[in-house]
């Protein structure tokens, strides 16, 4: 029996096209530099190159993973809406002991939802006169704000430290 002959995709057929930002949930925005056809252990595979700048970093993901990995389009400007308004929310900060409390952090940032990232730093935001934070809560809080402020700021088209004065311009005003 004879195998059926593959046709060559076209960039089209892809949920992503070479220039597009993306989002990977445990890297947050990168852009989408290629798309490359490779031989890995005798299968042809598609892959995805995603340039992540912030951290120096290329990944490739195979386009038929793509979507179990959780790579996803930027949000729409609907959606960063929504976490902006989650951080004029009051903040919720459970009573459970601190690593369980950071496990649940890590798990929001990690699971790339701008609305569950806006809670983080929403819920781990201190004021003046507020207690100070421990190293860990402030290395959580600095790195949701930062993943925020990167997807904020490629919505938006705007530079990334303007992304983070509009965050903690909003975050300011619930004081």
């Known amino acids: 029996m004879a195998k059926p002959k593959k046709i060559a995709a076209k960039a089209k057929d892809y949920a ?3 220039g597009d930002f993306v989002v990977y949930p445990t890297h947050g925005v990168g852009r989408v530099i290629d798309i490359e056809a490779k031989e890995i252990a005798g299968h042809k595979l598609d892959l995805f190159v995603i340039s992540f700048e912030q951290e120096r970093m290329m990944l490739r993901v195979p386009v038929m993973k793509a ?7 930027l949000s729409s400007r609907k959606i960063m809406e929504s976490a902006l308004v989650t951080l004029k929310g009051r903040s919720r900060v459970s009573r459970a002991m601190w690593n369980r409390r950071a496990q649940e952090y890590e798990a929001k940032i990690n ?3 701008p609305v569950s ?3 983080v730093v929403r819920d781990l935001h201190r004021n003046a006169g507020q ?3 421990s190293y860990s ?3 959580i809080y600095e790195a949701a704000l930062d993943r925020l402020a990167r997807e904020l700021a490629a ?3 705007i530079d990334k430290d303007v992304a983070t004065q509009k965050l903690n311009s909003v975050l300011q005003k619930v004081a």
Do not use: N, T, Y
């Not at 979507?67 to 389009?73: A, N, P, V, Y």
């Open 155 to 157: 919505v938006e088209r």
């Open 16 to 18: 992503f096209e070479k």
């Open 67 to 73: 979507k179990i990995s959780g790579l996803r389009k």
């Open 137 to 139: 809560e402030r290395q």
């Open 131 to 133: 207690p100070d934070q």
């Open 111 to 113: 699971s790339g939802d």
């Open 117 to 119: 990232i806006a809670e």
